[in-house]
């Protein structure tokens, strides 16, 4: 084997990598986006960087079973039951309407029914890799529209193969006859599988786990986890199932045992990069020689694809009464068209149903709405703040309007939740800013003013009140973002004094150059109150912990205060925090001191000798 060769491939992925995610998620575009533009580039079609390889979607698949199996350790098996309705309900809506709508366009354009109704079907089929990242990415699993996004993923998946075997039933080439043997065969065979997964799952599961941890090997344990996921996608593979499917149902048995948070530690890792190898993978199968040579073509199903099941999914989500903030997150990641489709045309054209030249094209306007998925949800986020917006503004024309908040608060995680629920057990009233469509519906509920958005736009702040708030509270985790708020605030709405949540020096030092001067770091306080503790329970008098707590709190801050000048020059900021260090220790050295020699006093009677104990 040529071991040059052999390291090209993982050197020019990991690269890639590296080098595009971090580049997207800075220009805010994800780092899905970032994974496709990396394949594109180190294509075939771009660079060629990585010689075309059949392999290498096979592999990267990888990443999507493992990311299915550890969404079903997230479900127990009683909640997957209450879910059996909106899998098959609304999961078959999903699937049946987009494709009649799409049948009904083949054939309106003049397309033969049957490979109308074939290319339908391979089009109504999402990407299950694109819409659980992007869920995870944006906190969103545990929502309305999260759960919705995994019932209509979960009957997609199931309805993979009765799909493949309509394949060559409706082919001109095919035997009805032996279409229908092959369809009876293929079902009892998946059907088979899946009895097999879930009864012997439920038998020999836990107990060879258990055999496997009795030996104390950390690194076996990871591999009898591997070989599982494996094990239960090879045998939905061999069957004619999707892989994901097979591992998404060992991931449900596992969801009440004992082994449940071992296995999703050991397997996120491999989760993460393998996914990220699907993007990638993805991105290379982009063919733009295709589309140079067939824009048209390409251009007018990318089009009927996201119209036609942007209108039925809109439809669904008003139907199923998904809330409105999470609706764009709905319709577009279910909008896309899915890998499933790649096989399905393949499928196709084996069959002689579609030429080589149609293939290309439906899976380059496939790709091209895989890459179109992260820009579509920005512009859905922006859409969805101006219609909340302005239905907010005919609220305020209807009903009275209440007195503006003196107070906002960007961020209504644990930390923007904390200054809120003070300040309203105070009778103050707080705007609440954020981008947390699960939060935003919990603190509706409670009453609270909210507004949906990227607290980092002008306008949301203007629409928020900043220009007439006292106070604003930037508590958002990102410390991007949190600078460029604070930048907002000093330059457009000089009246608002910022207090703002650091999450460690170097942001304190970043905050206090932009101008707030109220800042506090979000683990310096529970720190102390630990160190407290700690003290008291080596001995030290309550009130003395305290005492001892408050004063390194006084003596800190002012030791970084004193250091905001020497930003920049490391070495002398070395010396500031190495005196301070002594200066405290010598203040704290002499106070236990004067501490002994006043207990020793207090040890002495009024006639200088020495008190006698107690009896």
């Known amino acids: 084997m040529n071991h040059g060769n052999w390291l090209q491939l993982p050197l020019v992925f990991l690269a890639a990598a590296v080098l ?46 493992l990311m299915l199996f550890l969404v079903g350790l997230e479900l127990e098996p009683k909640r997957l039951w209450a879910m059996r309705r909106p899998i098959f309900g609304w999961g078959s809506v999903q699937l049946l309407g987009c494709a009649a709508v799409l049948t009904g366009v083949g054939i309106a354009l003049g397309f033969p029914w049957r490979l109308s109704v074939v290319v339908s079907l391979g089009l109504a089929m999402s990407s299950t890799a694109v819409a659980l990242a992007v869920l995870a990415e944006r906190n969103l699993g545990r929502t309305t529209a999260g759960e919705s996004i995994l019932s209509v993923a979960l009957l997609q998946d199931i309805a993979a193969i009765p799909v493949l075997a309509l394949v060559p039933v409706l082919a001109l080439s095919g035997s009805h006859a032996d279409g229908d043997g092959r369809t009876w065969l293929a079902a009892g065979k998946a059907l088979g599988a899946i009895v097999v997964i879930v009864f012997g799952g439920r038998l020999l599961l836990r107990p060879a786990l258990r055999w496997i941890a009795q030996s104390k090997t950390p690194e076996i ?45 050991d397997l996120e890792p491999f989760k993460g990069l393998l996914l990220g190898l699907f993007f990638i993978a993805v991105g290379m199968g982009l063919d733009l020689r295709s589309v140079a040579r067939q824009p048209g073509l390409v251009l007018a199903v990318l089009a009927a694809l996201l119209v036609c099941k942007i209108f039925v999914l809109a439809l669904m989500a008003k139907a199923m009464k998904i809330p409105l903030v999470e609706r764009p997150a709905f319709v577009i990641l279910l909008a896309q068209g899915g890998e ?235 010396a500031a925090a190495k005196l301070g260090r002594q200066q405290f220790e010598q203040l704290m050295a002499a106070e236990r001191e004067a501490d002994e020699t006043r207990r020793r006093a207090q040890r002495v009677g009024w006639d200088g000798h020495a008190a006698e104990p107690d009896a």
Not at 238 to 254: K, N, T, Y
Not at 409 to 433: D, W
Not at 469 to 497: K, N, W, Y
């Open 221 to 265: 344990f990871t591999a009898a986890a591997l070989l599982l996921v494996l094990g239960t996608a090879a045998l939905m593979q061999a069957v004619g199932l999707s892989m994901a499917l097979g591992a998404f149902l060992a991931g449900v048995l596992l969801a009440e045992s004992e082994y449940r948070r071992e296995l999703e530690t």
């Open 340 to 574: 499933f489709g790649f096989v399905v045309f393949q499928l196709a054209q084996g069959e002689g149903m579609i030429s080589a030249a149609q293939n290309s094209a439906l899976v380059a306007s496939v790709a091209l709405s895989l890459a179109l998925t992260p820009l579509l949800l920005t512009g859905g986020d922006r859409l969805m703040s101006q219609k909340l917006a302005r239905i907010g503004a005919k609220k305020k024309r209807d009903e009275a309007p209440p007195p503006p908040a003196p107070i906002i608060i960007a961020g209504s995680g644990r930390y923007g939740q904390v200054v809120g629920r003070l300040l309203r057990a105070n009778g103050i009233e707080a705007t609440v800013l954020d981008q947390d469509a699960e939060s935003i519906e919990g603190l509706r509920k409670f009453g609270w003013t909210v507004h949906y958005g990227d607290a980092t736009r002008l306008d949301l702040l203007k629409s928020a009140g900043a220009e007439t708030a006292r106070v604003l509270v930037i508590a958002i985790d990102d410390i991007g973002q949190s600078l460029e708020i604070a930048e907002l605030a000093r330059e457009h709405f000089p009246q608002l004094t910022v207090v703002a949540r650091a999450r460690n020096v170097q942001h304190y030092y970043q905050l206090h150059e932009a101008g707030v001067r109220h800042i506090e770091r979000e683990t310096f306080d529970s720190a102390l109150m630990s160190a407290r503790s700690v003290l008291e329970l080596t001995g030290m008098e309550p009130h003395a912990a305290r005492r001892q707590a408050m004063r390194f709190r006084r003596h800190n801050i002012e030791v970084l205060n004193r250091m905001v000048p020497l930003q920049g020059d490391e070495n002398a900021l070395i």
């Open 20 to 65: 595009a995610v971090p580049l997207a998620r800075w220009a805010r575009l994800g780092a899905i986006l970032g994974y496709l533009v990396a394949g594109v580039l180190i294509g075939p079609a771009v660079l060629g960087l990585v010689p075309d390889s059949d392999a290498i979607p096979e592999v990267a698949e990888l990443g999507v079973v």
